[in-house]
């Protein structure tokens, strides 16, 4: 039988408004978001596993939700979401299982969605906190017999960034050292940072992906948007995840002009 290869596009910090008419650091993320979903829409096939990163919302409002949840019942793909640091969890979870399930099989893959908006700082930061970090210490050794990729809003990891590092997971540490018993997770992804990175970090694949809305400058000390032109579309990022447990990941930018 051939490989089978299990195909996940994220789509991260959508950033959008309860009324739509508002703009975001002054871009319509709203109609940005839609022709991005359009463009997935046409590019991708009907068996990708689209996921939504956290930041959907700005300020989260149900209409923006709501709005969304219409718009995602017209695509192809099969959807889950977690919540960023700017999300409304309860919200969320009140438009469905489907949308906010914790782990999904795919082709010997397991993928563990986590929540990191606990203890929040006020200023972005977020940590999954005791409970999430016994559910991925479950999850994961439950799952010991598949490839594992780890799907949470905020960077594990530092950006190089005065004002960014600050706001990482909080509790970054202690879910490095989950991770460390555990030599079947292949990946982890996350959003937050609104630019790309990847780092391969104690032999896992640790990818961030540009955000559908906006982009923010590489290690700036203040929050300073992405002022090159190539850097600035929508971006969204691709995984392929082999049976062997190789992932083949690219950002994608998404030129408005073309939509
Ligand atoms: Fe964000």
Redesign the pocket.
């Known amino acids: 039988m051939a490989n089978q290869t299990a195909r996940v596009v994220q789509v991260t ?1 959508c ?1 959008l408004q309860n009324d739509p008419s508002q703009l975001y650091r002054n871009q319509d993320v709203e109609s940005q978001l839609d022709r991005l979903l359009d463009h997935l829409t046409v590019t991708q096939c009907s068996d990708t596993l689209l996921l939504l990163t956290g ?1 959907i919302v700005h300020h989260g409002g149900p209409d923006a939700y709501r709005r969304l949840v219409t718009r995602l019942e017209h695509l192809p793909f099969d959807t889950a979401w977690i919540p ?1 640091n ?1 999300d409304d969890v309860d919200l969320m979870q009140a438009c469905g299982d489907e949308l906010n399930r914790k782990v999904i099989y795919r082709h010997g893959w397991c993928l563990i969605l986590l929540n990191s908006t606990s203890d929040p700082d006020g200023c972005g930061s977020g940590a999954l906190g005791r409970s999430e970090l016994a559910f991925l210490q479950k999850t994961l050794q439950q799952n010991s017999d598949k490839h594992c990729l780890v799907v949470l809003h905020h960077n594990p990891l530092s950006v190089e960034s005065g004002w960014q590092d600050p706001i990482m997971l909080a509790d970054s540490e202690q879910f490095w050292k989950v991770l460390r018993l555990h030599q079947h997770v292949r990946g982890v992804i996350c ?2 940072v ?1 630019q790309e990175w990847r780092w391969d970090y104690q032999g896992v694949d640790v990818m961030s992906c540009p ?1 559908s809305s906006v982009q923010f400058k590489k290690r700036c000390d203040d929050m300073i948007l992405e002022d090159e032109p190539a850097l600035q579309a929508p971006a969204y990022r691709v995984l392929e995840l082999s049976e062997s447990g190789r992932i083949i990941s690219q950002v994608k930018r998404f030129n408005l002009a073309d939509g």
């Open positions: 910090d950033h930041d960023g700017h959003g937050h609104h955000a």
